[in-house]
């Protein structure tokens, strides 16, 4: 089982850089306010899960500068979703608005929320 996950995540990651969506355009103005936005966004992920890559994919296509944190990569990402996200699932989008922490869980629900906020 293993092995498919490896030979699936490649597969995903593959296609994924080859049919990469295009960012839209923005004046260099309204860019900067939407990085500046997003500063308050982390992505929490693993490199090769289909719904990541379905987010990310949304990001680029928004133009989205979303920082990510790979679970698989550091453990304080993993251990910081779940003490204080209350689940290891991705993926998973910490929005922190007036001092306030929220995370969202589901793919779709991240990309409309996305979507909403920037398209």
């Known amino acids: 089982m293993k092995l498919i996950r490896i030979i699936l995540g490649a597969l995903i990651l593959f296609f994924n850089a080859l049919f990469s969506p295009r ?8 860019q900067s306010d939407v990085n500046q ?5 982390k992505l929490y992920q ?3 899960c ?3 890559v379905k987010v990310r994919r949304s990001a680029k296509r928004l133009s989205l500068p979303l920082e990510t944190r790979d679970l698989k990569k550091e ?8 003490s204080k996200g209350g689940a290891r699932k991705v993926p998973c989008l910490r929005i922190e608005e007036n001092e306030q922490v929220t ?5 779709k629900d991240i990309i409309a929320y996305l979507e909403q906020r920037f398209a």
């Open 75 to 82: 453990q304080k990402w993993e251990d910081e979703l779940i």
């Open 50 to 52: 289909p719904f990541c």
């Open 23 to 30: 960012g839209i355009k923005r004046s260099a103005e309204q």
């Open 103 to 107: 995370w969202m869980y589901e793919s």
């Open 37 to 41: 936005q997003t500063e308050a966004l």
């Open 46 to 48: 693993f490199n090769s």
